[in-house]
Structure formats: C-alpha cells, structure tokens
C-alpha cells in the first residue's frame, strides 16, 4: 500500500474567543475515499478550509503534507495547483456563463489572453465525458439542474489535473437520482487513483462509498475508523459523533406548561427555485404556553425553512398547511401578519436578517415593534432610548451607549440585541433560530437564562439549535427534523444525545418505511 | 475587534464614576456618532471663511447672500428628495428631466391657456407624484432597479419636455408665480433700516429653536436619560442664536426674506422632523440599511420604496416649479445635470452608498457646500471648467474620508 496523500498534523486554528480546531489529525491514504462526520460547528468546514487554503498558512497552527511534501497555501489558487480542489455546498459557478466557460474560468486555454474557443470546448466536452453529463459545453450552467451543476463543479476540478477532490455536503441539494449518479462517480474517480474527501451526514452514503471516515467532534479528531471492512455500523459513527461535552450549565425551572399556543399542521414548502423538492414537507407540530421545544436536525433538515416559512411565508413556496393560534386557524402570509398574532421570529442570520448593522442598539431593538414607542406615526425619540437602555441593562448589552452601531457589537451582544427587539414585541410565541451560534460562552448562558424566564413568564417558546447538549439542557420536549421531514417527537426525560442523532440521520430505509 | 464592548475608564477605579461621564466623554461621543455631518459643517465654515476673505468681503454681502440662496434653491430641494432616496437604498436619475417636464407643463399651463397659477402649481405638482408613482411602481412592485429605471424616466421625460415645447422656450409667467422664484415676503410696519418682517421672523425662529432645545433637554431629563453637561449645552445655544441673527441681519439688511428660502425651510423641517420622528421615515432608514432585516421585522418595504420615490416626484416638481420662476420662462434646457448636484449633494451631505444612513439636514449641507463653492469660485473668477474639476475632487474627498473614517473604526 502506498504512503498517505495527505496528512494534516496538529492542526489548531482560533477564532477571536473560539477555538474552532484543536490539534486535529487527518490522514488520507492515496486513492481513498475518506468520510469526515461530525455536528454542525463541530469543525469540518474550517478544517477543509485550512486544508485548501482559505485560511492561510500562518493563520493556524500545525502542518499539512500532501504526498510527503510540506504545503503552505497562502490562498486557495495555491492549493488548487497542486491538485486539492475544494467543491463547496453552495456551488460556485457563474449562471449565465457556458458550461465551458465555468469549467475553465480562471484557468483558460489560452495564448497571450486570448482564448482558444476550438480547445476550450473540445477539452470540455472530454472532460464532460468523464463525468458522464451529457449536455454541449455551451449550454448556459443557469438552464441547468442542481445535479449537473454539481457534476460540472467536479469537471472543473477535473480540469485543474485535481488529485484531492474535497466535496462538503455533495448530496444536500440533489435528489435520490442524482445523488445515486454521484456517488457513483465519486466511485469512478477513486478508480481512476483520485482520492476524495467526502463531508456527509447520510451515514447510508458513507457506508457506500467511504473506506474509512474520520469524526471530529468539538474541533478535536475522536478518531478514525475502516469502512471498507464493513465492520462499522451506523450506531458506531453516531456514538463518534455526539458525546460532546456538557460545558454549560442550564438554568434551573420548573416548567408550568399551558394550553396549546401555536400549532403548525402539515406544513408543506418548496424550494424557492426548485419546485420539484419540498424543503418542508409535511411538518405537524405545537409548543404550549410555557414550554421550550426543540427542533433538532442537522445542516438541510429544513428547520430553518419551515420557520421562516411560518413567520410570514418568508422562505420558499408555501403549497399546504395550516397555522393555529390557540386552537384557531390563523393567516401568516406575511410578517405583519404573523408579528399580529404574537409570533416572532430570531434568525439563525444575525448579520444579514436580523440587524440594521448601520443604526444603533436603540433603533434595532424597536424596530420591530415602534408602535409602542410611538403615537400616531411619530416616533417619540425619549421613550425608545429608554426601552433600549432598560433592555441594555436587564439583557447586559456590553456597549459604550444605546446608540452604538450594532455593527461594532461582538457576537453576543448582537444576540442580545436580537433578543430584546423579539421581546420588546411582546410576543406569544417566540421561534429562536440557533439563539447561540457564535457566542462565547458567559453570553451562551445569560442567554440560556433569558429563554427560561420567557417560558416562565407564560410564552410558547421554539428553539432550533444545533447543539444537542443545548437541547437537552433547555427543552422540555424536542422535535427532530431530517431532510424536510419530522422523523421523531421525544420528551426530554427519554432523550439522549444518542437517540436524537440516530432520528437526524434516518437512512433511507427507515424513511421508506415512514412513507 | 472584538472587545468593543468594554472600554472602561481604568484611570479611575471608582464605580460611580463609570456612571457620570465627563465632559470630555460626553463630547466626544456626541460627535463621534456624526463625525462626517459635523466634519461637513465645519468644511462648510471653512469654505465660506475662505472665500469671504478671497472675495474681500463679497460673498458674504447681503445681496450675494441673497442670490446664493435663490440660486440653489432647486437643487437644494432636490438634495432633500434625493437624500431620501438614497437612504432607502436606491438612486433617482430622473430628477432633473422631471423638473424641466414640469416646468414646462406650468408654463404651458399658464401661458398658453392662461390657466390660474394656484391651479397650474397644484397640477404640476400632481404630475410630479404621478411621475414618481410611475417609477416607483416599477421598482418596488416590479423589481427593476432604480438606475434602470430612472434612466429611463431621465430619457422619457426629457423627451416629453421637448415635445411639449416643441423647442422653444415659453414665458413670460404671471407676476405671483415668478415670485415662487425670485419673490421676497412683503415689508410690514414703519420704514426702518431692515425688513421688519424678515427680523420678526428671524426673533421667531430663535424664539421656537431655543424653546425646542430646552424642552427637549428636559423631556429627555424626565425620562432620565443622560443629558450633555450643561456648560456644552450653552455653549451649543449660543451657536445657534449667533448664526440664526447674523444670518437674519444679512437678509434684512438687502431684499428681506427670500420666499423660497421660506419653502425651503418647511421642507427641511418637515421632512426632517418626518425622517427623523416618524414610523415610515425610520422604516426608509431600516431598508436601506438592511432590507432582509426589515422585512423579517414586518416593514413593507415596498410600499415605503414606493412611497419615498412619489416624494421624489413631488419634490422634483417643485424644484423644476422654482426653477422655471425664477428663470420666467419653460425652457427645454432647464434642469440639465440637476440629478448629478443633488446626488453630490446628498453624498458629501453624508449619505452612504449602501444606503441606510444620512439626514435631511445634510442634503442640505452638502447642497451648500456645493453652492457656496459655485458662488465662491465664480467671484474669483475661476471659470466654469476648473469649478467643475474642484467639485468632482471635493465629492471624492468627502466620501473618501468618510470610508477611511469608518475602516479606522474597525470590523
């Protein structure tokens, strides 16, 4: 057997109060196909970052030796020449450009600037031969589906001469069909001696294509396991991958649950564009007054789209399902409408849906309720520096004033922001979307205390979160999501980490007997 | 980077102290939240200081003081529509086409059917929401972007003017109308050395300024806010009673009281008090800073990017009103390169590219550096050329600073 292609040693790489990586190891034998598997955040995505460049050398720490030489990429195009290419979730190609003009975009056939149409497009076509898309390179990549797109991402890494393919999430946005037609040829690539990283959590698609599959959990390698043998089960991974450590302490309550505040009933949604896929398909569920539920899944479960889809149709295309408020029906079309009926909505997207970044604290916070600041259209200036600093001083908003741009805020106290402006609108329900993403960890647990004193004071509260320990620890009751669906329903006594992941990532066996 | 958060005072370990800031803290915070409106305001002192002391005293002379005003008028009021526009977050190209159109609507209106100027005015103005409306619907409703679309209207009521003037130029206007433009508010009372009703006027506004600071001061005390120290406060009344009589004292020394300086005060304070204290006007604010955010917190940003262009329409009718009365005529060239002044204007104004940010009262800040510039440079007799090279640097130098501003303020 050959040496290993690749070896990431020690690898540690710190964000301003996180550690995203610590000493991570990986090693990726020549002509494999090697899984990586964790939770979100738990360290995949920066790692393939560190690995092709994204983050250069010097901006962490440890070494990287691909095929025994020692690599130090100063960006990306660096990785790329010598043969590691990275194949992102959210494809990067140019709509309205040719699919040849993709596949050689910033690596043209050419001679002084000028291009070669006649090589261009003859290499294009043999290279589209070897991915099996059976399209003339000059189809426009716009009139193409997500599944060949992603089949000319990997002809344009083809064309880079790639000897590492890193595809994170391949799968996500395809179909059965396509995803079927993919790993297929991730097969055919393997064959022909290129080795690829696969970052997946459909633990069935690892067990077909993967030899080995390395877990990270937490920024850290928990370890490295052989596929191939066939000896590793599903329930081995998931016990790999969850297992992280309880680092917080949860506030104390004695849950007071109410009658039904909102419920959702077979809630239907399309992908905005792709109106062949349900990115929501089919999700009852409810939160009573004084309740924390939990909606667990991982990265494409839908979760995310089926709030916003709640809260004002806000995502996709709505094609069935009811909302009741309190028994009865109630319309959401829009975010009016469903702000009018006591539901709010804190997004996962601090930074792009949820912060004016260019106005201060005190703006943010009444946006979304300036009726009570104001009287008969005007705004009274005083009483909402108030509200602001009350809520600067009861949430602890660390920042010089009220009128601070939320744009120089840290992460946490962005959050906060977030937060007061939800519950300054006083809501019945409040849906929080990944409430503690990229928080450091004094702010994660004030926040964990607000979330308990809205439940204790009577609200419906809906948290979507990531982190299973955060879920356990808040929750009285926990929903799981997987690929638009909702697998599970399990109380918090009954729930393990465990139990929950197995329901997150449902083969699709288990699926086709849901059906 | 991060730790913006915390910047405690370690001189002192004192707790109640953290609680009572200084004067030196409370001064600069207050200007470090409009560094580029006050930067703007002292570059505006600056530039007429320079230019008094280079024209020898002429441009400040009550009669340029006068002209300077009536000169740019209509791009001032432009600068305000304009100024909203761009906090929404887009960009009106059409501005001044629109106002040559509406010129030249009025003087048709009044000259060739001899309708009553009250009449033709209010139409007029009527058109110009109309026009705004048009281009609003297509924006917000249909989603073609405001350069688009505004070049188009820039083309079409350019056009429009032409065919209805068939080239030529149409006046002369009634005598109520030309006023608008170059009018002045009636002399009152017994003969003195100034227009007593432009003093009247000045007492009255000095008058409701200082009644409106202390009682905003002390409504801001009954809710306990944090109050500038009060030596500051002084300091900044004496300021605005110094310009306010000075300002007062020119003009009631030549003509009296420009009556469009009159509009042009309603309209900054209306439109600023509306931008400033309103629901819609913090909901432009809102969109124009972030679009998504808005929308998830239940602004109907169509509407407001909608209605923001009819107060375009409306505003540039009016500044193509002023135009055509103080020019007596409707003439095809009118209006020609407004929009590009009033976009200058609402940019060194402090306006953001991106949207989101500006005010009222610095369009028209922006709008008389620009003016006092022109003014300034043509009584030195710098021609029309090299005028045109200083203001193209100058819009550059105000926005550059501005981004080197906010990058030296960090993330």
């Not at chain 1, 690898?11 to 196909?33: C, H, Q, W, Y």
């Not at chain 2, 000075?246 to 009631?252: I, Q, Y």
Request: charged share 20%; net charge neutral.
């Amino acid at each position: 057997m050959a040496g290993p292609v690749l070896e990431m040693r020690a690898i540690t790489k710190t964000f301003p109060g996180v550690r995203a990586l610590s000493d991570v190891n990986l090693t990726v034998a020549a002509g494999e196909v090697h899984a990586i598997c964790g939770e979100n955040g738990a360290g995949k995505s920066t790692l393939m970052k560190v690995l092709s460049g994204v983050y250069p050398h010097g901006s962490y720490e440890g070494e990287i030796l691909f095929k025994g030489e020692p690599c130090r990429f100063k960006d990306i195009r660096a990785s790329e020449r010598r043969g590691i290419v990275i194949i992102h979730q959210e494809l990067a190609l140019v709509p309205y450009l040719s699919i040849a003009e993709n596949v050689f975009l910033g690596n043209e056939h050419a001679r002084r600037g000028v291009i070669s149409w006649n090589r261009t497009l003859t290499h294009a076509g043999e290279l589209l031969r070897r991915v099996g898309l059976h399209e003339h390179p000059q189809t426009r990549v716009a009139d193409l589906g997500v599944g060949k797109q992603q089949l000319v991402e990997i002809a344009k890494a083809l064309a880079k001469e790639v000897e590492l393919l890193i595809l994170d999430e391949p799968t996500a946005a395809l179909n059965d069909e396509d995803s079927r037609k993919l790993l297929e040829l991730i097969l055919e690539l393997k064959a022909q001696g290129i080795a690829c990283i696969l970052i997946s959590h459909k633990l069935n698609e690892i067990a077909k294509v993967a030899d080995s599959v390395t877990i990270l959990r937490d920024g850290r390698t928990i370890e490295t396991l052989a596929v191939g043998a066939g000896g590793v089960s599903e329930d081995r991974i998931i016990r790999g991958m969850v297992g992280r450590d309880l680092e917080h302490r949860y506030p104390e309550r004695t849950p007071e649950i109410g009658e039904v505040a909102l419920a959702v009933e077979d809630w239907t949604v399309q992908h905005p564009i792709d109106h062949h896929r349900n990115v929501v398909d089919g999700v009852s569920l409810h939160v009573r007054r004084g309740e924390i539920v939990g909606i667990a899944g991982l990265m494409g479960a839908g979760r995310t789209e089926l709030a916003m889809s709640v809260f004002g149709r806000s995502y996709g295309r709505w094609t069935g399902g009811r909302v009741l408020m309190h028994g009865e029906e109630i319309r959401t079309r829009t975010v009016s409408e469903a702000v009018g009926h006591g539901i709010a909505y804190v997004t996962e997207d601090r930074k792009q849906f949820g912060l004016n970044l260019a106005d201060g604290i005190s703006r943010n916070i009444s946006l979304g309720a300036l009726g009570k600041v104001s009287r008969r259209g005007w705004i009274n200036e005083h009483e909402e520096t108030r509200v602001a600093e009350r809520y600067r001083a009861s949430m602890n908003i660390k920042a010089p004033s009220v009128f601070t741009e939320t744009g120089k805020l840290s992460g946490g106290n962005q959050q906060k922001v977030v937060l007061s402006k939800w519950i300054f609108a006083e809501p019945e329900v409040l849906i929080l979307d990944e409430p503690t993403r990229g928080i450091d960890v004094g702010a994660k647990a004030e926040i964990y205390t607000v979330i308990a004193d809205l439940a204790a004071q009577g609200k419906a509260v809906l948290v979507i979160s990531s982190e299973l320990p955060e879920l356990l620890g808040l929750c009285d009751r926990i929903y799981t999501m997987a690929e638009g669906r909702l697998t599970g329903e399990v109380e918090r006594a009954d729930a393990t980490q465990e139990s929950l992941m197995r329901l997150m990532t449902v083969s699709a066996a288990i699926q086709n007997e849901q059906v | 980077m991060a730790q913006t958060g915390t910047t405690p005072q370690t001189r002192k370990a004192d707790p109640e102290a953290v609680g009572r800031p200084s004067l030196q803290d409370a001064l600069a915070r207050a200007l470090r939240g409009n560094v580029r409106q006050y930067g703007m305001l002292v570059a505006l002192a600056l530039i007429v200081v320079l230019f008094q002391i280079w024209t020898d005293g002429i441009l400040l002379q009550p009669l340029n003081v006068t002209n300077l005003i009536q000169q740019n008028s209509y791009i001032l009021i432009l600068a305000i529509g304009m100024m909203i526009v761009i906090i929404a977050g887009h960009i009106d190209l059409s501005v001044g086409s629109l106002a040559a159109f509406t010129g030249a609507a009025a003087a048709v209106m009044m000259v060739k059917h001899h309708l009553p100027w009250p009449v033709a005015l209010v139409a007029c103005l009527l058109i110009g929401a109309a026009a705004g409306a048009w281009q609003g619907f297509w924006i917000s409703y249909v989603g073609i972007p405001s350069f688009i679309v505004t070049l188009a209207g820039m083309l079409v009521f350019r056009g429009g003017t032409q065919i209805m003037l068939q080239g030529q130029s149409i006046a002369p206007f009634p005598r109520g109308f030309q006023k608008i433009g170059s009018g002045f508010l009636p002399e009152v009372g017994p003969r003195t050395d100034y227009h007593n009703l432009t003093l009247l006027l000045g007492a009255a506004v000095l008058a409701v300024a200082i009644l409106q600071e202390v009682r905003g001061r002390r409504q801001a005390a009954s809710y306990g806010l944090e109050l500038l120290p009060t030596g500051f406060f002084l300091a900044k009344l004496a300021a605005v009673t110094a310009a306010v009589a000075v300002f007062t004292l020119l003009l009631a020394s030549y003509h009296g009281f420009p009556i469009v300086l009159l509009i042009l005060a309603v309209l900054l304070f209306g439109f600023g008090y509306l931008m400033r204290n309103s629901i819609i006007g913090r909901h432009t604010y809102a969109i124009g800073g972030n679009e998504a955010a808005a929308k998830l917190s239940g602004v109907k940003s169509k509407r407001v990017v909608f209605l923001a262009f009819v107060t375009m329409g409306v505003l540039a009718a009016l500044a193509g009103l002023v135009f055509a009365a103080r020019l007596n005529a409707g003439t095809p060239q009118a209006g020609i390169n407004f929009e590009l002044e009033a976009i200058a204007a609402a940019f060194i104004g402090g306006a953001s590219a991106s949207g989101g940010v500006g005010t009222v009262l610095g369009a028209i800040i922006g709008g008389l550096v620009l003016g006092v510039l022109n003014n300034g440079m043509s009584l030195v007799g710098i021609g029309t050329d090299y005028q045109q090279v200083i203001k193209g640097l100058v819009l550059l130098a105000a926005v550059g600073f501005d981004v080197y501003n906010k990058r030296k303020a960090g993330s």
